[in-house]
């Protein structure tokens, strides 16, 4: 434990005399470069966390949060499958899906396309407050009308407009194990953007009946999908109904979008290795001010030997020193941080109004706006770490100066 004389002297070193304004200036250095780097990544983790959360939004908003399939086939009970997706309290809804690969043509020009066969009336509750409909509307997909709504990018690049006759190139399989082309005439009656170039140049929406109509399945869909009222429930009701029914695959959005999580993970790890450098090189830098300090005040720690402090005491001083500067520096940082991770939605459309640039123009990027999304988790990992850091950067100078020989020191005083 630290007694009373210990802090007191500890806190009394922090105190600069005219001779070390140089240790103290590189004290203040110290502790500005621990707030500066807890602040960056407290910030840079937020911004991809918001950037993930977007990510995320963006792409259930097409892809639901989970499917259900037959592992021997088809989905031919599906509205009994859909009933018991939805006796789950977790689930929201649930919607019958029939997916089919294709190419899409208006004129001359041809397009590969993924066409999703959906009921309009089950696909509103799953995912229509989030598909934003540039033209049309869902309900304009009725069973045998032969409608179809296409991705934005689509219909530019192929140049169809609402009303459009649009042709369908459908690879079917055949009895005999080949598969035949079929050729299927639809009416496009609007356009969607959800904002990933993955939905909005390659997806089609289709009624379920008219998909599965070219796939002669009858009245069976391929698989059953639902949306769990918290994103991250999804993956446990998957497991939960995969163990509870025999006979069902199923898959989660972990599972389906694995490679844009992963990226993202090790974006943020990599982001966190780099920024903390700036905490390490202020940890150094600690070490080297209170270094700088020991042998200053060589003299002083040979009196308090000899006033009968002993070599842990003078550790604890010295650590005190040390751990002062490093923690105040911690907590600076993550104060900062945290205000401005909040706030950075509105900070940066000051700095581009300052400056006069756009930091994400809306001709690149889907995103325009810096989202922001404090995970405590990473904020108390980070303010964890970099006490730790900054305590163990005190560990050398303080046994150092309990390494003072008294008698070598004041041989000459």
Same mark, same amino acid.
């Given at each position: ?18 001779? @070390? ?66 006796? #789950? ?6 919607? /019958? ?5 294709? %190419?899409?043509?208006?004129?001359? #020009? ?22 934003? %409909?540039?033209? $049309? ?21 192929? $140049?169809?407009?609402? $009303?459009?006759?649009?042709l369908l190139l459908?690879?079917? +399989? ?6 035949? +082309? ?11 953007? =959800?904002?990933?170039q993955d939905h ?20 069976? =869909? ?8 918290? =994103? ?36 943020? %790890? ?27 005040? @060589?003299? #002083? ?7 009968? %402090?002993? /070599? ?18 911690? =907590? ?6 945290i205000v401005l ?14 400056? $006069?640039?756009?930091?994400? /123009?809306? #001709?690149?990027?889907?995103? @325009?706006?810096? /989202? ?7 904020? @108390? ?24 020989? +008294? ?7």
């Open positions: 434990m630290i007694n009373p004389v210990e802090l007191f002297v500890g806190l009394r070193y922090l105190r600069a005399k005219r001779r @070390t304004r140089f240790v103290s200036f590189i004290t203040g250095v110290s502790m500005l470069g621990i707030a500066v780097g807890v602040a960056a990544l407290i910030v840079i983790l937020s911004v991809m966390n918001g950037f993930e959360g977007e990510l995320r939004d963006r792409l259930l908003s097409m892809s639901a949060h989970g499917t259900v399939s037959r592992a021997e086939g088809n989905v031919a009970d599906w509205s009994e499958v859909m009933d018991l997706i939805e006796s #789950d309290p977790r689930v929201q809804a649930a919607a /019958p899906l029939v997916s089919l690969e294709g %190419m899409v043509q208006s004129g001359r #020009d041809l397009q590969g396309v993924l066409i999703q066969g959906v009921e309009p009336a089950f696909e509103q509750r799953l995912s229509g407050e989030l598909i934003n %409909m540039i033209e $049309g509307s869902l309900d304009s997909l009725q069973a045998g009308s032969r409608s179809i709504i296409l991705g934005r990018l689509i219909a530019e690049q192929i $140049g169809a407009r609402i $009303g459009d006759n649009v459908i690879p079917r +399989p055949a009895g005999d194990g080949t598969v035949e +082309p079929v050729l299927e005439r639809f009416v496009m009656r609007g356009a969607f953007e =959800v904002g990933l909005d140049a390659q997806l089609v929406l289709v009624h379920v009946a008219d998909a599965a109509a070219i796939l002669d399945l009858g009245s069976a =869909v391929n698989s059953v999908r639902f949306r769990a009222f918290d =994103v991250m429930q999804a993956p446990a009701v998957a497991a939960d109904f995969d163990r509870q029914n025999d006979g069902f695959e199923t898959r989660d959005w972990t599972i389906e979008n694995a490679s844009y999580f992963r990226a993202i993970r090790i974006e943020k %790890m990599m982001m966190s290795l780099i920024l903390s450098l700036i905490i390490g090189v202020a940890a150094f830098n600690i070490v080297a001010s209170l270094v700088m300090v020991v042998t200053d005040k @060589t003299n #002083d720690i040979a009196v308090l030997r000899t006033l009968g %402090m002993g /070599p842990d005491g003078v550790v604890r001083v010295f650590f005190v020193q040390g751990a002062v500067i490093g923690w105040a520096g911690v =907590v600076v940082g993550v104060a900062l941080g991770a909040i706030y950075v939605p509105d900070i940066a459309p000051w700095l581009e109004n300052l400056f $006069g640039f756009q930091i994400m /123009p809306g #001709d690149v990027y889907y995103v @325009t706006q810096i /989202p922001s999304e404090i995970d405590w988790g990473h904020v @108390t990992a980070i303010g964890i770490a970099a006490f730790i850091l900054t305590s163990l950067a005190t560990l050398y100078p303080a046994r150092r100066a309990a390494l003072v020989n +008294p008698a070598v020191a004041l041989r000459y005083e």
